[in-house]
């Protein structure tokens, strides 16, 4: 350690800045832990989506509703979101991990000339970038931080929350590993993994909030603020470290049930593909006449248990292919393309 250095070390900081740059230290290695951590929950994503249903070869299953969408397609939006969370934390480090040096007035008067000099020396030393200007009340690099490991639990917590609610007994499309048990119903497999994801991104979203209200200084010093600060940034890293955990051990141990998947959208009698009924027929007659036909059709489905394609049928003499239009795989649409590119921006790194 340089000379001046070592006189920065005895006194020429004030406390707080003291703390200002040990802390900045260790989220250095955090963040670099975050990446580390998302590198691999990306990775697991993609086994994931190699298996919802079977990396798109079977393709017995298509997208429906607001519900429920194809398995494939679904995966990669989770996954094209991880990414982008990865990117932002490319992104914001350089404006994050900036040595706080401004000595007691914030211009380095103590050092006198030396001052930019020992700021730089200290700078290498920590591993950390040089501001232009001190910025000991300017809190907006913290506060990005703190957005960012909530978009990371949010991210993370959506997918827990879908995974909920397509384990639920009346859908049971995917098991998301072991469950929790229960002391009295031996059968009860709870999604305790995609649960804890869904309870850490409520939790740093609120914690999010707190960091906004901590940017709010008095002129250059602020003892009120900064305490907020230090109470919640790292229970915020720890959640978000802990989603982490809990989304590889969720995305590594998901079973997809495709057979499952077939049986909904067979049991929907043709509803879910409505949209391509009303596409199918327009091309043969004006598009509000298609509507009303699929509307009709539709309401009759639900009555009756008919397929929809079926009634269509019959009350239609349009040369459309039905059969053809009756299976799923013919409405993936650009479906693989995606997924191929979400693959790729992950391999990319």
């Known amino acids: 350690m340089s000379r001046d250095a070592q006189d920065v070390r005895r006194g020429h900081v004030p406390g707080e800045q003291h703390l200002e740059v040990g802390r900045l230290v260790d989220l250095g ?52 979101k991880v990414l982008r969370d990865r990117d932002r934390l490319r992104e914001l480090k350089p404006r994050l991990l900036l040595l706080s040096f401004g000595g007691a007035s914030g211009t380095l008067g103590a050092l006198g000339e030396d001052g ?35 978009l990371v639990t949010g991210t993370l917590g959506k997918l827990g929350r879908d995974l909920i609610l397509l384990a639920q007994t009346e859908v049971a499309e995917v098991r998301p590993g072991a469950g929790g048990g229960s002391s009295t119903m031996p059968q009860k ?72 998947m077939a049986e909904q959208f067979e049991a929907s009698h043709g509803l879910l593909l409505a949209e391509a009924a009303s596409f199918a027929l327009a091309a043969h007659m004006p598009r509000p006449e298609a509507q009303r036909l699929v509307k009709e059709a539709a309401t009759k489905a639900t009555a009756t248990g008919r397929h929809l394609f079926d009634l269509l049928a019959g009350m239609s003499q349009a040369p459309v292919d039905w059969p053809a239009l009756r299976d799923p795989a013919s409405h993936l649409g650009a479906a693989d393309a995606f997924i191929d590119r979400v693959l790729a921006a992950a391999k990319q790194g």
Not at 35 to 63: D, F, K, Y
């Open 29 to 80: 290695d955090p963040g670099r832990l975050g990446a580390r951590r998302i590198e691999v929950a990306v990775c697991g994503m993609g086994r994931a989506s190699g298996v919802v249903p079977h990396r798109l070869h079977e393709r017995e299953v298509i997208a429906g509703g607001r519900q429920r969408e194809y398995g494939g397609r679904r995966t990669e939006l989770r996954m094209r």
């Open 116 to 150: 930019v000099k020992v700021e730089a020396a200290l700078a290498e030393i920590l591993e950390l970038a040089v501001p232009p200007m001190p910025w000991h009340s300017q809190r907006d690099g913290i506060a990005e931080f703190a957005g960012w490991l909530a």
């Open 189 to 260: 497999s709870n999604p305790v993994g995609p649960e804890t994801l869904v309870a850490l991104a409520r939790y740093n979203a609120g914690l999010a909030g707190q960091l906004q209200q901590a940017m709010l200084h008095e002129h250059e010093r602020d003892g009120a603020a900064w305490p907020v600060e230090w109470l919640a940034l790292p229970q915020m890293a720890v959640a978000a470290g802990a989603a982490l955990n809990h989304a590889l051990a969720v995305t590594g141990s998901l079973t997809v049930d495709a057979a499952r």
